[in-house]
């Protein structure tokens, strides 16, 4: 690498600094929203690209550079500009940097984040179609700085709180509390900016998805006095060919923040904001190395604890030694009967992509947990590695089942006619003898990305003409989609807290579909996802039961918009008997009401998890004869731990007393989503034949 004159490149960075770029206003390439205001580079293109520009005329050579050691050398322009496009990126937030004649700098047209150990350039790369990471027009919290003195340190530390919408005006409210950790190389301020915390929790609170509640991000580096300082090295090497420099022992920077946590934070943070401070309503969690302090203070601590944590990051699998539940932690985890008893939700989650060694040693954790027999909720979030976009999906993911099984449940969770996904129901559950599971349980892996063929997601606009606006729905083709086949369609309704993005948010949809059709055990079928909520604002937020009236309405939104724009959009056999309707929970009701309510539109009708939007069994059946010749299959499911069993119990009963042939499958689970992945891989299979 030739030596580089600092001062010499000083004028360099400045020119860059000032300068006014001249960019093409027709190539559909924007700005990115992590710019400095007024610059026009980076540019997001529609197909993903990003178009780096800065203005460096004395240089030799530029080169633009991402962490995953992507490379892409620049080209000089006659007016001194240096600029690169690069290949289609992954949605979501991305570290980069700038080798001018070898110097590594930041982009002076983009914003700077601390990451991989330093101040770094960052691009954030818009993901169409999913927005619960932006500001919107909700009731907004807010993220204050605080200061606090540590004894363990015997130093300053910065925290940032994040306290709810409404903090302020009631005095009298307290609030359960989420410790939530950064990973190695960054710091307090990682879930504040790169993780939009704030934005997270405001979307989901609107939405009735989570209780409101205090989230404290600490720096998880800590030294006693007289310790080696921790350096907050990048998760890669910095450069190409170059190790990171050498780190302290991990341990005992771990023990020392473990007490910075137990003996100086919590006790301040009970102590200065309006806390419950006891553990059903104190949880932790944090990404990567965050994750790994998470199981590690957490599992010593269970009476501080009983909400853990781990994005990409988790307690044990790590180094390639097999995690034993009756010997690691301690033993804490030795009787699972008592630690299920005590910990009331144990979270994992890890992206598809990430590198080999990390992703197989979490999901190596979760299958010793399974076969241990220790619960716990494990999630993977599709096409992603270890970046930010992981980690601000298992924040949405993790939030919303916080705190409803402490002592104070979640008003939402009092109040709701149907409990959110994922939240303990109350209520008492009454078995029946054949209330018993029609097939056996699925494998774990059904939504697992295999090396199979894949098919195609997308987001599609159509007119909806009873709603009279444009509404969008998400699309799956199977893979080798091809206008020459013609194929069966699966219309897939959510529930009464999602939307069109909902079943592939926690169901993957379109990799159960996948593995299915390579394994020859369902046919090739087209998928589409709309949104039930037929109503101009079709958001799931503010009081969401409140839109209950729009989820009846859809039922002509289905028929007279979204049948008729796939069939002419997509090659389709368009007849009943090559069209399926399901869902979840309230699309569970609706797949009912309207499918059972138009047997000359679907022959295969499938209710998972019903909601009491259900029409009475007589209505929903009002001609049994006709059901009986018409319906290729009725699929009626739910878990024996969902309050909502009544109203599945009570369909099935009416179907039983009319003789309407009908599969009724009661398995283990609850309101939750792998109770409805399970049924959608097993109704898959038999529909269309």
């Known amino acids: 690498m030739p030596s580089v004159c600092f001062a010499g490149l000083l004028p360099l960075i400045l020119a860059a600094a000032s300068y006014q770029e001249a960019v093409p206003k027709s190539d559909g390439a924007v700005p990115a929203s992590s710019n400095i205001r007024g610059s026009e580079f980076p540019r997001i293109h529609p197909d993903r690209r990003v178009t780096f520009r800065i203005k460096a005329p004395d240089a030799q050579k530029v080169v633009f550079g991402f962490f995953d050691e992507q490379r892409y050398p620049a080209e000089k322009g006659e007016d001194g500009a240096w600029t690169a496009t690069t290949k289609p990126q992954a949605p979501g937030f991305h570290y980069y940097r700038v080798f001018?004649?070898?110097?590594?700098?930041?982009?002076?047209?983009?914003?700077?984040?601390?990451?991989?150990?330093?101040?770094?350039s960052g691009v954030e790369i818009p993901e169409e179609g999913v927005d619960h990471h932006l500001p919107k027009d909700v009731p907004h919290g807010e993220i204050r700085e605080r200061w606090y003195f540590s004894k363990t340190t015997q130093g300053w530390r910065r925290i940032f709180v994040y306290t709810p919408p409404g903090y302020d005006?009631?005095?009298?409210?307290?609030?359960?509390?989420?410790?939530?950790?950064?990973?190695?190389?960054?710091?307090?301020?990682?879930?504040?900016?790169?993780?939009?915390?704030?934005?997270?929790?405001?979307?989901?609170?609107?939405?009735?998805?989570?209780?409101?509640?205090?989230?404290?991000m600490e720096q998880g580096y800590a030294r006693r006095p007289g310790d080696t300082a921790p350096f907050p090295g990048p998760p890669r090497p910095a450069t190409p060919g170059q190790a990171p420099p050498p780190r302290p022992d991990l341990s005992r920077m771990f023990a020392t923040f473990e007490a910075v946590m137990v003996e100086d934070l919590i006790p301040m943070i009970d102590a200065t904001y309006r806390t419950i401070p006891d553990r059903e309503h104190r949880a932790m969690a944090g990404l990567s190395m965050g994750g790994m302090q998470t199981f590690q203070i957490g599992l010593n601590h269970l009476d501080l604890f009983a909400h853990l944590g781990g994005f990409s990051g988790a307690g044990g699998g790590f180094g390639g030694v097999p995690f034993d539940a009756k010997t690691d932690h301690g033993g804490v985890m030795a009787d699972a009967s008592a630690f299920n008893a005590r910990v009331r939700l144990l979270w994992l989650g890890i992206g598809t992509t990430e590198p080999e060694r990390m992703y197989a040693s979490v999901k190596g954790y979760h299958e010793a947990l399974e076969q241990a027999g220790v619960k716990h909720v494990y999630y993977e979030s599709?096409?992603?590695?270890?970046?930010?976009?992981?980690?601000?999906?298992?924040?949405?993911?993790?939030?919303p089942l916080l705190f409803a099984t402490a002592a104070q449940p979640a008003a939402a969770a009092q109040t709701s006619p149907e409990p959110r996904p994922g939240r303990p129901l109350r209520g008492a559950?009454?078995?029946?003898?054949?209330?018993?599971?029609?097939?056996?349980?699925?494998?774990?892996?059904?939504?697992?990305?295999?090396?199979?063929?894949?098919?195609?997601?997308?987001?599609?606009?159509?007119?909806?003409?009873?709603?009279?606006?444009?509404?969008?729905?998400?699309?799956?083709?199977?893979?080798?989609y091809s206008k020459e086949m013609k194929y069966p369609v699966l219309y897939l309704l959510h529930g009464i807290g999602g939307d069109e993005t909902e079943w592939q948010r926690i169901a993957h949809p379109d990799l159960v579909l996948d593995n299915l059709i390579a394994d020859g055990k369902a046919l090739p079928m087209i998928v589409v996802m709309p949104n039930g909520r037929a109503q101009k604002n079709d958001r799931a937020e503010g009081d969401v039961f409140a839109s209950a009236?729009?989820?009846?309405?859809?039922?002509?939104?289905?028929?007279?918009?979204?049948?008729?724009?796939?069939?002419?959009?997509?090659?389709?056999?368009?007849?009943?008997?090559?069209?399926?309707?399901?869902?979840?929970?309230?699309?569970?009701?609706?797949?009912?009401?309207?499918?059972?309510?138009?047997?000359?539109?679907?022959?295969?009708?499938?209710?998972?998890?019903?909601?009491?939007?259900?029409?009475?069994?007589?209505?929903?059946?009002?001609?049994p004869k006709a059901a009986r010749e018409k319906?290729?299959?009725?699929?009626?499911?739910?878990?024996?731990?969902?309050?909502?069993?009544?109203?599945?119990?009570?369909?099935?009963?009416?179907?039983?007393?009319?003789?309407?042939?009908?599969?009724?499958?009661?398995?283990?689970?609850?309101?939750?989503?792998?109770?409805?992945?399970?049924?959608?891989?097993?109704?898959?299979?038999r529909i269309f034949r």
């Open 100 to 120: 001018v004649d070898g110097a590594e700098v930041n982009d002076p047209g983009s914003e700077t984040f601390f990451g991989t150990g330093k101040m770094t």
């Open 169 to 216: 005006a009631d005095r009298e409210t307290r609030y359960p509390a989420l410790y939530l950790q950064h990973g190695g190389g960054e710091d307090e301020r990682g879930w504040p900016n790169q993780g939009r915390v704030g934005f997270i929790l405001d979307n989901l609170l609107a939405g009735g998805k989570a209780r409101p509640m205090l989230v404290v």
């Open 382 to 399: 599709p096409g992603t590695s270890h970046e930010w976009l992981t980690w601000r999906r298992c924040l949405r993911e993790f939030a």
């Open 429 to 480: 559950i009454v078995l029946n003898p054949d209330d018993v599971p029609a097939v056996p349980e699925p494998p774990a892996d059904i939504d697992a990305q295999k090396d199979v063929p894949h098919g195609k997601l997308e987001m599609i606009p159509y007119e909806s003409r009873s709603v009279g606006a444009t509404r969008k729905m998400q699309v799956y083709t199977p893979p080798r």
């Open 549 to 623: 009236p729009a989820f009846a309405a859809f039922e002509r939104d289905l028929l007279e918009s979204v049948i008729p724009t796939i069939e002419a959009r997509y090659s389709v056999q368009a007849d009943r008997e090559h069209r399926a309707l399901a869902g979840l929970s309230m699309g569970g009701g609706q797949a009912l009401n309207f499918g059972l309510g138009n047997l000359d539109a679907f022959a295969w009708v499938g209710g998972f998890s019903s909601a009491p939007n259900t029409r009475p069994p007589a209505e929903l059946v009002p001609e």
């Open 631 to 685: 319906l290729r299959l009725l699929w009626v499911a739910c878990g024996d731990k969902d309050g909502l069993l009544r109203i599945s119990q009570g369909v099935h009963a009416h179907l039983k007393e009319q003789d309407v042939p009908h599969v009724w499958h009661v398995d283990g689970h609850g309101h939750d989503a792998t109770e409805w992945k399970n049924n959608l891989y097993h109704f898959a299979q």
